[in-house]
């Protein structure tokens, strides 16, 4: 466990902190302690922390006042979406006010000519997607939960599409961002190019609530193809489904998913989303296009397939089978939760360059045969991103410091490897032991970077680092 090092905090000021914001908020303030419990926890295995408030405001201008009146009390504040976060990043680990955004539930604009959006914070992906179906329109980013975009952007997340269209990273044009000081700022305009100065909106994004709180966001839409076509895909060897990956991207096949799950994750989603593909190690694949554009990028994937002892490919087409087939893929945490009733999932998510992806993976898996955990192994490999997913008891001291080994030697191999401790998960609490590893000397400049953005330190303390 982290245990970050901060000034602890005054509960003589977060008791005024509390009346100012009763007198600014009525009952849209809540101590109560069902409401904090709510707002204590994320869906990661970290321990849960309970804040000492939780506000509810309508407003970007509402959200100003409260942090001006943490800034005044130094009193630390927590943004909170959806709560579906993987390494603690919406954890009050020092108390203090969470801000809950439920209410900023608005499709804010459509710019269906230009394809943008502008969504306000807790707007989930798949409110969006409803919302803009009926134009033709869909915005692609999907991590495993139904979470919100402006948590989303806080956290830099990704999930199956981004092989094809890229993360938060690529898909966000601008946010509109309350600072630690209460200062309200828009980091861009509308314009798809922009060469005028800092590039803000790169710096919120993956920030995960540590150098403002996100209370809009416009992204970037995409037109529904005109042909879309799901499939699954089972091999005799781990290895061959991993090469079939990594010759497809090399080959540069605009495919819009591919996902390996191995046999154990497999046997884990057939149980829980009531499937019976082969409990082997399968890729999950989809093309979007143009009719003949599918056909063409299916055949070349179904020969790369073939070569490496990969079976029949078992298509989903009817609209229904296809979104069951993603459901059931997007469902893997709860999946594996229910493998083993009370257990908690640690999720893990490295990345590393494509030509690494075989190697990295092969060699986790023999680190898995050698040990008492189960952990399944899902991925968004046409990224060179995967994760395991360990099914642990948090009160077991022997479940948790094997879960720890295991992680930390996938984290290092990765970084080895020239990749990353996360690829979308965000450094929460789970990996700031890593950030140095993988930074070095870049992370001086990241603490310069929040010491001038939040110099109280009173944004979301505890993550990505200590101060
Ligand atoms: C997923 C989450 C674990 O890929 O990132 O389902
Ligand atoms: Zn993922």
Redesign the pocket.
């Known amino acids: 466990m982290q245990t970050a090092t901060a000034a602890p905090i005054s509960q003589t000021a977060v008791q005024t902190a509390i009346a100012e914001l009763q007198a600014l908020l009525g009952d849209r303030l809540s101590t109560s302690t069902g409401v904090r419990d709510h707002h204590s926890k994320d869906e990661s295995w970290h321990i849960p922390h309970r804040p000492d408030a939780v506000a509810f405001p309508n407003t970007t201008e509402e959200v100003s006042k409260i942090v001006q009146v943490c800034a005044r009390h130094r009193v630390p504040v927590v943004a909170y979406g959806t709560g579906t976060s993987?390494e603690g990043a919406v954890i009050p680990e020092f108390g203090g006010v969470v801000i809950d955004l439920v209410n900023f539930d608005q499709v804010l604009q459509v710019n269906a000519e230009d394809l943008d959006v502008t969504v306000q914070a807790r707007v989930t992906r798949k409110q969006l997607n409803d919302y803009i179906r009926d134009q033709g329109l869909f915005f692609p980013i999907d991590?495993?939960?139904d979470a919100s975009l402006g948590g989303m952007a806080a956290t830099r997340a990704s999930?199956?599409n981004a092989v094809r269209y890229g993360t938060m990273r690529e898909n966000v044009l601008g946010l509109t961002v309350v600072l630690a000081d209460g200062r309200i700022i828009r980091t861009s305009r509308r314009a798809r190019k922009s060469a005028a100065g800092y590039d803000l909106t790169r710096l919120f994004v993956g920030s995960e609530g540590t150098l403002g709180i996100i209370t809009e966001v416009t992204l970037r839409l995409y037109g529904i193809p005109e042909a879309m076509a799901a499939a699954v895909c089972s091999f005799d060897s781990l290895e061959g489904a991993i090469n079939t990956v990594i010759q497809t991207i090399q080959l540069g096949v605009p495919i819009a998913r591919i996902?390996l799950l191995d046999d154990v994750q497999m046997d884990s989603v057939n149980r829980f989303s009531k499937l019976d593909y082969p409990v082997k190690d399968t890729l999950f694949v989809e093309f979007h296009g143009t009719e003949n554009g599918v056909k063409e990028q299916a055949e070349i994937v179904q020969s790369i397939a073939a070569e490496h002892g990969g079976g029949e490919f078992k298509w989903a087409t009817k609209p229904e089978e296809r979104s069951h087939l993603w459901t059931a893929?997007?469902?893997?945490?709860y999946a594996n939760k229910a493998l083993r009733p009370g257990c908690e999932i640690w999720?893990t998510?490295v990345c590393v360059p494509i030509s690494r992806l075989a190697e990295c993976i092969l060699e986790t898996k023999k680190d898995l045969k050698e040990s008492f955990l189960i952990a399944p192994l899902?991925?968004?490999v046409g990224d060179g991103n995967f994760?395991l997913?360990f099914l642990i008891n948090r009160e077991d001291p022997k479940e948790l410091a094997e879960a720890e080994r295991l992680n930390e030697r996938l984290v290092m191999r990765a970084l080895s490897m020239d990749g990353t401790c996360t690829g979308?998960?965000g450094i929460g609490l789970g990996k700031m032991k890593f950030l140095v590893a993988e930074h070095g000397e870049a992370v001086s400049v990241m603490r310069e970077v929040k010491k001038a953005l939040d110099p109280l330190g009173i944004m979301n303390p505890g993550k990505i680092f200590s101060m």
């Open positions: 993987l991590p495993g939960a999930g199956t996902e893929r997007h469902d893997v945490t999720a998510d899902v991925g968004h994760h997913g979308e998960h």
